[in-house]
């Protein structure tokens, strides 16, 4: 349950980031060309695998592990926004989670063009703001 309350909380962040300065869209302008689009499903596709290796082929130092497909981005190619796991690589390190976006040119070529860490510790320290209904648990 949480690893689907931190997937909707990052997807809807990625959805007002990207849309940040375009007014007020219509929601079929979503799928326009530059729009962000959050995925249906966390679950990543093969093929963003695939453009998730190859842009991590030769990478050094921190290990990243996806977890979650967040969403895509339509340019000239795609961009990609994936939730990964990552540790630095050395004996003991603890694990952190990032969102990585990656570039896939028109050939399926990738590259990585941000990391952005996320202090999930942030998110903890705030009372929670959801309120129970009457004979529900925690």
């Known amino acids: 349950m949480k690893k689907f309350l931190v997937c909707t909380v990052l997807s809807a962040l990625l959805m007002a980031g990207?849309?940040?300065?375009?007014?007020?869209a219509a929601p079929q302008d979503a799928r326009l060309m530059g729009g962000w689009n959050a995925t249906e499903s966390p679950e990543i596709p093969e093929e963003v695998t695939e453009v998730f290796q190859k842009a991590f082929d030769g990478f050094v130092g921190v290990d990243y592990e996806p977890v979650a497909y967040l969403g895509y981005q339509i340019v000239a190619g795609k961009n990609h926004c994936l939730l990964c796991q990552a540790r630095?690589?050395?004996p003991d390190a603890e694990p952190y989670y990032a969102l990585v976006y990656l570039y896939?040119?028109?050939?399926?070529?990738?590259e990585i063009k941000n990391i952005v860490?996320?202090?999930?510790?942030?998110?903890?320290?705030?009372?929670?703001?959801?309120?129970?209904?009457?004979?529900?648990?925690?």
């Open 18 to 24: 990207g849309m940040m300065g375009q007014g007020e």
């Open 88 to 90: 630095v690589v050395y």
């Open 104 to 110: 896939e040119d028109l050939s399926g070529n990738g």
């Open 117 to 138: 860490p996320l202090d999930l510790a942030e998110f903890s320290s705030k009372k929670e703001e959801v309120s129970l209904k009457e004979g529900e648990e925690k």
